[in-house]
């Protein structure tokens, strides 16, 4: 674990380096040149941003999906059928629920970037309530949606 030089311990002072691990900020203080676990916290804002990229990432796998959806109903009805029952399954649900999980995610997350490149919201409290917004948004969302899609009958288990 990285820690502070003690005053005049020159075996460990990051003005000396040479490594070129350490930069001299423009307000004289010294800093690692790329902030890393040992000496940045985790905060709610990143676990928003690594949300987001997961949310990315399964909405590329989900896509597979939809185009097997669309291909199952270009092959006829029969394929189509097919098609309906693997993924009406209590399987294929659990993958429907995880791409709309990830869409919506991804779309409130997408929300909140918007208002950020606006330059609102950039305060760290602010930063941390927008992503708490984005994250509690799309659990709302979701819920919502397959509320739906059950009360009025689409899916059934």
Do not use: C
């Not at 460990?12 to 307000?27: A, I, S, W, Y």
């Not at 918007?114 to 984005?134: E, H, R, Y």
């Amino acid at each position: 674990m990285s820690i502070s030089p003690l005053p005049g311990d020159a075996s460990n002072d990051p003005t000396e380096d040479q490594t070129g691990r350490f930069v001299r900020q423009p307000n004289g203080r010294v800093r690692p040149l790329s902030p890393h676990l040992q000496v940045w916290r985790f905060h709610v804002t990143m676990w928003g941003s690594i949300l987001n990229r997961a949310a990315a990432g399964a909405l590329s796998v989900g896509s597979v999906f939809i185009v097997a959806w669309l291909a199952a109903a270009a092959f006829g009805p029969d394929a189509y059928a097919r098609f309906a029952s693997i993924m009406g399954s209590p399987l294929g649900l659990l993958i429907w629920f995880g791409i709309s999980v990830a869409g919506a995610y991804h779309l409130t997350a997408g929300v909140r970037h918007l208002i950020w490149d606006s330059g609102q919201g950039l305060t760290p409290k602010a930063a941390d309530m927008w992503t708490w917004v984005s994250v509690i948004a799309a659990i709302v969302l979701v819920v919502l949606f397959w509320a739906g899609l059950f009360m009025t009958g689409r899916v059934v288990l």
